[in-house]
């Protein structure tokens, strides 16, 4: 019987990706014993797992969700601590890529562990059977491998990899456990070389090494080509390499070459001389300064650091000069992925041919992986997906193209497509991947049939409900029907950024809602990033063109949405993930509770761009203050300078649990989902919960503020700001009008006043500060570079 209650996981090792699991797990709940070898000198014997615990503080990005968190992990070292691990649930390896040490880590973990206590291995590669070798019954049905991608936090990856003698319940239990608790995609994987998402990751990879020199392609084009263009991470392919790290992803290559000799594109995996150089030389990539790019101590007419790129034929490192490729141009005018994929197919450049070569080599490879890496073609697709921040994997491009056509160009290119793709076709099914009643299913080569994703009801993806006729639509906005009763409003305007059509479709969809007797209201959507928060070009060019009017009015309408949220006559959940910037946070402020995934990054963020939040979360602010301070004593002031300075120094929660330390959640009405694919149906079950016996909520009146006694106290903090170098004239000012609005304004007396009477200072002030040349300047600069201006 599996133990189902993991409550303390012991992680042998502190490197790197050792200590990076450990913060992972405590930041899920657990507690965790992070044990690592004796120091070589020095007479602290935990020195070495404590000095990586306090790098892992220092570090950025923030392996922690929060660092209060790092009070789960207790230090020890092997020699005086392996038995403590006898008290733990979970006893998980880290240690050197060498199967003998693994090995002899192994032999120790057998006499200290409790009988049916779970062992797993962080392994990126090595057979999981060969370390199981020599181990009790016991030990090998409680065994397995628990892939983590670096850095454990933020890649959503985790393959489990088990033996001919892992227990399928364990199995199972890590499948769900992993998921729901630690928030990964889970992934079974066969004990192949590489496994599923390096093996196929690598290869391609390798492929588009091959062909940039090919092609006699520069590798600054080729990153450009293979980035976002084609829904990939911005690092393309060979910023990637340095990324990683190219004596590591030598090491990968040459293992699958090495350990897969029947694999048909094993001419990929060959090292070409460019690599070789890069190693000979230890031009490793950015762990050693330089790699197939050079960052130089020049600068360009910009200010930014020149960088250098490795010329292939010469071996020379020359400045970056991205060829003018008709596909590249092609592929910027287009939004949409599906219509990308399309115009890549029919391009005709070298750039066009790259792609078009690298795709059909990758089909090929991964349907005659199935079913030697992987029974399941979704399998594939999650590992590429959530280990290498792919948009789509390979099976979902596949489908993109269309698998017919696909299969075509790939064999006038000389690739060889696996014959269970034609049988598939031949039967008349024309693709992978289809929706059903809202469900996913997925093409299985073994049954012959399509077959429904796992998860069930646990995920909501709105793509599965496109066949369906929305319950409204805009152009910016699409409100479904989810089941039981409840509605999801989804954004999708550019970027989700907040214009008219959002804030119509939040006011519609409640109206809906109240008067064909929904059950409530969720606000989510899948996209990478729930919002950026209002569109800026909007409020930009009213005040520009100074329609002071229709300026006023349309920050009224966004104010009086956030208060239609808050006093609807049905439970408004939000459902958020990535960036809840600006409009998003101050709706979410506003909702009856918000679903955020652990990886939710939210601020109120407007002083950036030389205003104050203008959408009730200035107001919204003054509201909490004035239920955390009591009407008298000392601890007033220093709230209000708390929250003040939250708002006017653009505080962004790096996540969802820093946002409770901020104040823009709160622990009585908001919780945090470990899972971001799970947040949709999470918010559905909250929206369920609350709608028995809902009671529509009463605008408050007795907000308390404190007038003037408040505003000379945060007068002086915005001057400390500035006289510590942290704010210049023109943040003073908009500071001074967020302290305004948080104070109540110029009151004699510190008294109770409406949420209205908030309100109204709050739209006075955004509208005076869009009056101001400056504030045009941080717009203008904003939009035109997508970083904030201090001027």
């Known amino acids: 019987m599996v133990n189902k209650h993991i409550r303390k996981v012991a992680v042998l090792g502190s490197g790197l990706m050792g200590t990076g699991i450990a913060a992972h797990l405590a930041g899920c709940g657990l507690e965790v014993l992070l044990l690592d070898i004796l120091p070589q000198t020095g007479s602290n014997r935990n020195q070495v797992a404590q000095n990586a615990l306090q790098t892992a503080l220092k570090a950025k990005p923030a392996p922690f969700f929060d660092n209060k968190f790092a009070g789960r992990i207790t230090v020890g070292n092997f020699d ?7 008290s733990c649930d979970w006893i998980l390896e880290v240690v050197v890529e060498r199967l003998d040490i693994k090995k002899q880590v192994f032999e120790k973990v057998e006499q200290f562990r409790t009988p049916g206590t779970l062992v797993t291995s962080n392994t990126s590669g090595i057979p999981i059977h060969l370390m199981a070798e020599g181990r009790s019954e016991d030990f090998r049905k409680h065994f397995c491998g628990t892939h983590f991608f670096n850095p454990a936090r933020y890649m959503r990856l985790l393959e489990i990899i088990p033996t001919a003698d892992t227990d399928l319940e364990v199995v199972g239990f890590f499948m769900h456990f992993g998921d729901l608790v630690l928030g990964k995609q889970t992934v079974l994987c066969k004990d192949t070389p590489a496994f599923i998402a390096n093996r196929v990751g690598v290869y391609a990879m390798a492929k588009l090494f091959q062909l940039t020199h090919e092609l006699g392609l520069g590798i600054d084009t080729v990153d450009a080509l293979t980035g976002p263009a084609i829904g990939r991470p911005k690092t393309g392919t060979f910023r990637l390499a340095d990324l990683v790290g190219m004596d590591t992803a030598v090491h990968v290559i040459n293992g699958i070459r090495q350990n897969c000799p029947a694999d048909e594109q094993a001419g990929a995996f060959t090292i070409p001389r460019y690599i070789d150089f890069l190693i000979e030389n230890k031009f490793l990539g950015n762990k050693s300064g330089q790699g197939f790019y050079k960052k130089t101590a020049d600068r360009d007419a910009k200010g930014r650091p020149v960088v250098l790129a490795l010329n292939l034929e010469t071996l020379e490192y020359q400045a970056s000069a991205k060829e003018k490729l008709p596909i590249i141009d092609t592929l910027k005018q287009i939004d949409e992925l599906p219509r990308r994929m399309k115009a890549i197919f029919k391009g005709a450049d070298k750039g066009a041919e790259l792609l078009q070569r690298s795709f059909l080599g990758l089909f090929a490879y991964v349907s005659n992986r199935v079913p030697e890496i992987s029974d399941t073609l979704y399998a594939i697709d999650d590992a590429l997906r959530a280990g290498f921040a792919w948009d789509k994997g390979p099976f979902e491009y596949w489908d993109l193209v269309g698998v017919a056509e696909g299969v075509d160009a790939a064999k006038t290119r000389g690739e060889k497509i696996a ?74 305007s550019k970027m989700n950024a907040i214009g008219e059509g959002i804030l119509r479709g939040i006011n519609d969809s409640i109206q809906i809602a109240e008067e064909q007797g929904w059950k409530g209201l969720v606000i989510g959507n899948n996209a990478a990033n729930f919002t950026v928060g209002a569109n800026l070009m909007m409020i930009a060019m009213m005040a520009y063109q100074q329609e002071w009017d229709e300026l006023n009015m349309a920050v009224n309408i966004f104010q009086q949405t956030s208060m239609r949220m808050r006093y609807s006559a049905i439970p408004v959940v939000m459902a958020t993930q990535g960036y809840v910037f600006g409009g998003g946070c101050e709706f979410s402020m506003h909702a009856d509770a918000v679903m955020a995934a652990a990886e939710s990054y939210i601020g109120l963020v407007e002083v950036g761009v030389g205003l104050i939040p203008g959408g009730a979360g200035t107001k919204e602010f003054a509201v909490r203050t004035s239920d955390l301070i009591t009407r008298e004593g000392d601890v007033q002031i220093p709230t209000l300078i708390d929250k003040f300075k939250t708002i006017a120094t653009a505080q962004v929660a790096t996540s969802a649990y820093e946002a409770f330390n901020y104040g823009y959640l709160l622990p009585q009405k908001d919780q945090v989902v470990h899972n971001a694919a799970r947040n949709i149906a999470e918010a559905k079950a909250k929206v369920l919960e609350l709608s028995d016996g809902y009671v529509k909520p009463i605008p408050r009146k007795d907000v308390w503020v404190l007038g003037r006694t408040g505003l000379g106290a945060l007068y002086v903090a915005a ?48 509208l005076s500060l869009c009056g101001e040349q400056k504030t045009l300047e941080r717009i203008q600069f904003m939009l035109e570079n997508g970083k904030p201006l201090r001027n």
């Open 80 to 86: 005086d601590d392996f038995p403590k691990i006898k």
């Open 419 to 492: 014959p269970w793709v034609e049988e598939m076709l031949s039967a008349g099914h024309s693709s992978f991947y289809k929706s059903e009643n809202g469900q996913r299913l997925c093409y299985n080569p073994a049954s012959k049939t399509y077959e429904p994703l796992p998860g069930g009801a646990a995920y909501i993806i709105l793509d599965n409900y496109r066949d369906r006729k929305p319950v409204y639509q805009n152009a910016e906005c699409t409100l479904h029907d989810i089941g039981d009763g409840v509605l999801c409003l989804e954004f999708h």
């Open 719 to 766: 001057h400390s700001l500035k006289l510590g170098n942290y704010a210049s004239e023109h943040d003073i000012k908009i500071a001074q009008k967020v302290a305004w609005v948080l104070c109540g304004g110029d009151l004699t007396s510190p008294q109770a006043v409406s949420e209205q009477y908030l309100l109204d200072l709050e739209r006075e002030a955004f």
